[in-house]
């Protein structure tokens, strides 16, 4: 039981993740979106390793951790660096490039 | 436990030392703002790495490091082909003049990681492994593709992490949900769990495939996960849009194969897909290169189209399939950054990404017109060069695979090319120069266009080692 009911909040997690990428025009907002899938994922890896008792699993949660906050940190610097530039984090607004 | 440590790290000299002289070079960079010395450890490091690799030994297939990755005959071509685009990068990165010169100790750094991270994708028999080492490239790409200062190289590298960010993210999700169908991680544990799925769960195998593809595709830049492509290849430094546009692709063709080798149980059902996907992929390359003015869009977009040729060999998923797609990964390594070379040259003297920057090439830099000419002529598919050995085995592999509607694509798409290619060529030879003043191309550019020139010269007139070398080598242990 509270194996399918952790599934549903990955599930939901991961589908906030892709609406919020959809849906959102702020810079850090879509960093925010992305940060949900990724721990969607995580969340996912600790309750397959707890259902089939495998320890490496808990392991790459903590990867996904540690990677999640690189990304962070990387995405947060080049935002900064953008906004110097542009004055903007709106992702919109900021199109120097034909895309 | 030690011991398989110290085993494993004797067949792991080429990565350790790579790593290990990144982070010297990180230190050096940040001691002295002179290059010199670190462009310097940087070559020392490639040497050394590239004579450990020498010395490596080719077991049939071993694995390391509790079965995290394993070292075959297939992984050590990526791992050539991984040393070759960084050196050759490293090259580019030096004569280039578009990156500040108290930058570059560090962007030397962000390579040799990248290398590693190349190395690694294709040595990756774990989940963990392939997700560690494709963060690692993407994550110092990302850096990388931002090093220019103006707005359009930081819009650049945003958009790359936030694209490169999410289709990771999705791929991750894609893992969790096949550990979470399989109960393994190791990739031959999770190949022997799937022939064991009873049918609905096979079902749930090909969606999960789908959302693995999602980063995969996002790193070889095929539809639909190509829309960063020609925005970060313009927005970056020329020596770094020459990796990307080799490095990242053969590494995750790399792991492409490996995965898909793993779930080969549910392929049948995908096959359409996949080859619906390479038409619309080498389609879209080619149509929207024929509209482009900047030189490094152009080249973006016929990296699509060469990415959409490459996914033959994929989606045919014959021994003869993985051969050509080999052989080509090899031969676009060459005659792309080849190219690229070319544009660093172009950039350098007159400053101008547009394609009137190569009108009258011939009469101001004959050398160079000429290299340019036999690169966009390989990546064409022009007899003799290599380009067209790596096309005529990959449509060979097609229709021995009965996808004739893929032979036909592709051959469609050929002529298409054939155009933006000649154009650049006709630009060259018959254009009306803007300047008249001849320019000298600075000798570490000269080198890398006589490696690649020689390269697509001679594996094009004498295609029998390469064949040789990559029948005997990479097909053996899989499939």
Redesign the interface.
Known sequence: MTVRALLWLAHALFCIGIFGILTRRHAIGLLLSIELILNAAALNFVLFSRVFGHAQAQAFALFIIALAACEAGIGLAIILRLSRYTKTVLADDVHVLKG | MSTVLFDSLRSWWPETILSAGALIVFVAASWTHNTRPVLALTWATLGASALALWQTPVPPATELFFGLIVCDPFSLVFRWLALVAVAMTVLLMGASNDIDVSLRGEAYGLLLLIAVGLMLMAEANH??MA??AM?LVS?SA??LA?FLD???S??????Y??FG??SS??M??G???L??LT???AFPDIARACTALSDPATQALSLIILLLLAGLAFKISMVPFH?WT??VY??APVAVTALLSVGPKAAGFALLIRLMHALQVAWPPLVATVAALTIVTMTFGNLVALVQTNVKRLLAYSTIGQVGYLLIGFAVNTSVGLQALLVYLVAYLFMNLGAFACVVAVVNESGSESLDAFRGLATRAPGLALACSLFLLSLAGIPPLVGFIGKFLLFGAAIEGRQMWLAVAAAFNSAIALYYYVNLIRLMYFGRPVQRTPFRVAPAIRLALGVCAVATLALGLLPGALLSVIHAQAILNLL
Do not use: H, N, T
């Open positions: 989940l963990l997700y560690v963060e994550l990302y850096v931002g103006d707005s359009r930081a819009e650049a590298s945003l958009k992490l936030l960010a999410l993210g999705i991750l999700f893992m969790s949900l550990f979470g109960g393994q991680l829309m020609p925005d313009e927005g």
